[in-house]
Nanobody, 126 residues
Framework: QVQLVESGGGLVQPGGSLRLSCAAS????????IGWFRQAPGKEREGVSC????????YYADSVKGRFTISGDNAKNTVYLQMNSLKPEDTAVYYC???????????????????WGQGTQVTVSS
């Protein structure tokens, strides 16, 4: 059974950093797109970033470019989202998601991943 388990969320002050992890089981990252979505209260879910090893592609939403970095460790079957210079508007539940290897090419149009994690809360506040 495919599982995605997020970790690393928490409370951080503005300007701080967090690293989210997404550990995958029952499939190998080599052949999938893994991405991060977020949803703040009262707002629509938005795609934040994705990576596809097979397709050699990455995507970042404009709102996080230059601050967030996505990376994968295929040996650990884990994808990371390093988040720096965090802002209060980054506060949301962050979800890890997985789909076919070509999905990351869709960028912001990738909205319906096949698999989802349970989410981890990120709160940026002083």
């Amino acid at each position: 059974q495919v599982q995605l388990v997020e970790s690393g969320g928490g409370l951080v002050q503005p300007g701080g950093s967090l690293r989210l992890s997404c550990a995958a089981s029952a499939f190998t990252l080599d052949y999938y797109t893994i991405g991060w979505f977020r949803q703040a209260p009262g707002k629509e879910r938005e795609g934040v970033s994705c990576i596809s090893s097979a397709d050699v592609s990455t995507y970042y939403a404009d709102s996080v470019k230059g601050r967030f970095t996505i990376s994968g460790d295929n040996a650990k079957n884990t994808v990371y989202l390093q988040m720096n210079s965090l802002k209060p508007e980054d506060t949301a539940v962050y979800y890890c998601a997985a789909d076919s290897s070509l999905a990351c090419r869709l960028g912001s149009s990738w909205r319906a991943p096949r698999y989802w994690g349970q989410g981890t809360q990120v709160t940026v506040s002083s």
